[in-house]
């Protein structure tokens, strides 16, 4: 499902339009991944642009704020947990993006994307690795990325109470190991993530000698094999916990 939003200034469009993109939420395993495209007005400063994961949750949102009034455009989309299990946590970013660019009220002429992956628009692509901690428009994407991505998994916390999302955010912290363990993955969990699969694997696995007491006792490698773990995670490693 997608999920989007955008916005505008008011402001005269500039001659050439060039958006920064990025995304929030890659490396999780539960939640989806979102991302976010901002074009900047060029007469307008946003003071205390930076990485997002680089700002204190208070600094960003209060830039969150600042981003939306200032920006010449904005537009904030998402991929959902089933999405990346289909295709791929690589493929749903990037689609994540797509969907972020193409609802923006601006078309741009170019995108800056963070990373050295890039999405494919109908306009010219430009990948900057860093880009977030380089480009001012990235900066800004990964900003409303990052907190609108914070607000959807504390609107998680509610609906499923006892995996700490608030507190997490859906990374694959030592809190939200042991609820795994303890309550079992949810319809927000990505399958196609090893941890996930391996708890949901252990939990079919004693179910079925529940039922069966007779049957072969659990040698407690059920699911992913550490081969598989990397497969699943692979890019993912630059997400933090912020």
Known sequence: MQNNAHGQSGFLTPARIVAGVDEAGRGCLAGPVYAAAVVLDPKVEIKGLNDSKKLSAAAREKLFEKIQQGALSW???????????SINIL????????????????????????????????CKVTTIIDGDALEPSIMAA?????????????????????????????????????????????????????????????????????????????????????????????????????
């Open 75 to 85: 537009s904030i989309a998402r991929a959902e947990s089933h999405e990346i299990d």
């Open 91 to 122: 493929q749903a970013s990037l689609l994540a993006m797509k969907r972020a660019v193409e609802t923006l009220t601006h078309a741009p002429h170019e995108a800056l994307v963070d990373g050295n992956q890039a999405p494919k628009l109908n």
């Open 142 to 242: 990964s900003i409303l990325a990052k907190v609108a991505r914070d607000r959807e998994m504390d609107r998680l916390d509610a609906e499923f109470p006892g995996y700490g999302f608030s507190k997490h955010k859906g990374y694959g912290t030592a809190q939200h190991m042991t609820a795994l363990k303890q309550l079992g993955v949810t319809s927000i969990h990505r399958m196609s993530f090893a941890p996930c699969a391996k708890v949901a694997e252990g939990s079919r696995l004693a179910s079925t000698a529940r039922r069966d007491p007779e049957g072969p006792a659990m040698d407690g490698r059920a699911g992913g094999s550490k081969e598989g773990f990397s497969c699943a995670m692979d890019g993912s490693a630059k997400d933090v916990v912020s």
